[in-house]
């Protein structure tokens, strides 16, 4: 088995995946850099390799579970483990209509059911297939991109800065993900792994043009949950330090 501490990251060939690959590579950790194109998870591969980090592309497409197994596998026989699993990728494949959301009531089931797949179902999956590789780690740390336009509290609060800011299908799709990492860190709360929920900020990626937090800030809320110590905490929702409501 590695000694060194192994990091899969999915989704890290652009954005804040890739932010975080490179920051978790600035730790000295091995960075599998998830992508569902061999060429982009290259390129990345190959942009990390050349600033001098452990960094190695592994095919995995989230909606393809012939994927996931084929990582896993390999993962398994080349390292015996995973430290790290962080569940970035995502998909924001609402429309606006004169500048304003789609509302719930017109948003389209097919709409639902496609954030749904990539966001929430097929992230399960993911983590379901890499959780025993995850158990075999001294301190297995699990992190769900999730976002603050997900938290129902927030969302429900006439004086929350979100409050007006709904995007049915997605948002949703966060919620439902913010259920299953809090039911995730109950059913792990005796083991030595910790699972916590990640909202990276607004920052400025090709999912938010209008993001006003930089790449190397929207990382670190991932980077910190998936460094946290022993004596750190599990089924949290947590945006640089602070918790949030769910
Ligand atoms: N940016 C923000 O302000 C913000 C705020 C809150 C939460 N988040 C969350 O943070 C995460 C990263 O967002 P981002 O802004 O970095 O997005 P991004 O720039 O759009 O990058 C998304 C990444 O996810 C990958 N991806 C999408 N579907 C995939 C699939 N089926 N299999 C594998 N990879 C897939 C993309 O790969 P391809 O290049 O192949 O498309 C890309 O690498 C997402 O979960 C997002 O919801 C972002």
Redesign the pocket.
């Known amino acids: 088995m590695s000694e060194q501490k192994i990091a899969l990251i999915?989704?890290?060939?652009?954005?804040?995946?890739?932010e975080t690959a490179r920051q978790l590579g600035q730790q000295g950790i091995k960075v599998l850099v998830?992508?569902?194109?061999a060429e982009?998870g290259k390129e990345a591969e190959t942009k990390l390799r050349n600033e001098g980090f452990d960094a190695e592309f592994v095919l995995?497409?989230?909606?393809?579970e012939t994927t996931h197994a084929s990582a896993a596998k390999y993962i398994e026989e080349t390292y015996g483990k995973l430290d790290i699993l962080i569940?970035?990728?995502?998909?924001?494949i609402e429309g606006f209509e004169n500048g304003a959301p789609v509302p719930a009531s017109r948003t389209t089931v097919d709409i639902f059911r496609k954030t749904f797949d990539?966001?929430f179902f097929?992230t399960i999956a993911v983590t379901q297939t890499f959780l025993p590789l995850v158990k075999k780690a001294d301190a297995g740390r699990i992190v769900f991109?999730?976002?603050?336009?997900g938290s129902l509290g927030l969302h429900s609060d006439p004086a929350s800065p979100i409050y007006n800011y709904k995007v049915p299908a997605?948002n949703i799709s966060?919620t439902a993900l913010n259920g299953y990492a809090v039911h995730l860190a109950h059913e792990l709360k005796d083991t030595n792994i910790k699972v916590n929920a990640a909202?990276?900020?607004?920052?400025?990626?090709?999912?938010?043009a209008n993001?006003d937090?930089s790449l190397e800030e929207?990382a670190k809320t991932s980077v910190a949950l998936a460094t946290l110590g022993t004596d750190g905490y599990t089924g949290r929702f947590i945006h640089l330090g602070e918790e949030l409501p769910w």
């Open positions: 999915t989704g890290a060939n652009r954005g804040i995946g890739f998830g992508a569902r194109s982009n995995l497409d989230v909606d393809n569940n970035n990728a995502g998909i924001w990539t966001n097929n991109l999730s976002s603050i336009l997605y966060k909202h990276p900020g607004s920052v400025l990626t090709d999912m938010n993001g937090l929207g």
